[in-house]
T-cell receptor, first 111, second 117 residues
Framework: KQEVTQIPAALSVPEGENLVLNCSFT??????LQWFRQDPGKGLTSLLL?????REQTSGRLNASLDKSSGRSTLYIAASQPGDSATYLC??????????FGAGTRLTVKP | GAGVSQSPRYKVAKRGQDVALRCDPI?????LFWYQQALGQGPEFLTY????????KSGLPSDRFFAERPEGSVSTLKIQRTQQEDSAVYLC???????????????FGQGTRLTVV
């Protein structure tokens, strides 16, 4: 069974800092990996999707990397803003169409 | 509709009561997933449908949990004889084809928060 781990569980940074969120997974036979954002009481917003053949994806201040062989992904957020405060979830899609999530990193960006 | 719709948004059930949670996926979407999210945790996979076929139900925690999608569109997650540990947010997601969950918020519903008292 695929296990997805996210570190750290919580992170608090001052506004303007660059930060990295980490995700690791145990089974490298994946279809894709997605990073989601979840605000309290809301559903999930997909931020970036990396196909298994890709190494990274970028969207605005966000950059996600994937090292499938080592079972790792990182989400880099540049010049953080208070509006970035949310829980960030990493999800791995297996070849059997099952998507497994990590427990998330709760990010707080202080003004 | 514009996105995945789940109802009810909130449900309070007495222990032992049966509940039914509804998911209306985006029209035409083939894939449909159910997840359970406990407080402070990531979503846990429950089950997956491709059209009306339930291809994977390995995540259903017990035989009290049952999901169906009889016409390949609307899906219902039923929990019988609810227990306090069933309290969680139940999320539904849909995709246009196999596992193709693309970059739009609309693909996940806002969830149903179930509280068992």
């Amino acid at each position: 069974k695929q296990e997805v781990t996210q570190i750290p569980a919580a992170l608090s940074v001052p506004e303007g800092e660059n930060l990295v969120l980490n995700c690791s997974f145990t089974d490298s036979a994946i279809y894709n990996l997605q990073w989601f954002r979840q605000d309290p009481g809301k559903g999930l917003t997909s931020l970036l999707l990396i196909q298994s053949s890709q190494r990274e994806q970028t969207s605005g201040r966000l950059n996600a990397s994937l090292d499938k062989s080592s079972g790792r992904s990182t989400l880099y957020i540049a010049a953080s803003q208070p509006g970035d405060s949310a829980t960030y979830l990493c999800a791995v899609m297996g070849n059997n169409n099952d998507m497994r999530f990590g427990a998330g990193t709760r990010l707080t960006v202080k003004p | 509709g514009a996105g995945v719709s789940q109802s009810p948004r909130y449900k309070v059930a007495k222990r032992g009561q049966d509940v039914a949670l509804r998911c209306d996926p985006i029209s035409g979407h083939v894939s449909l997933f159910w997840y359970q999210q406990a407080l402070g945790q990531g979503p846990e996979f429950l089950t997956y449908f491709q059209n009306e076929a339930q291809l994977d139900k390995s995540g259903l925690p017990s035989d009290r949990f049952f999901a169906e999608r009889p016409e390949g569109s609307v899906s219902t997650l039923k929990i019988q004889r609810t227990q306090q540990e069933d309290s969680a947010v139940y999320l539904c997601a849909s995709g246009p084809q196999l596992a193709q969950l693309t970059n739009t918020e609309a693909f996940f519903g806002q969830g149903t928060r179930l509280t068992v008292v």
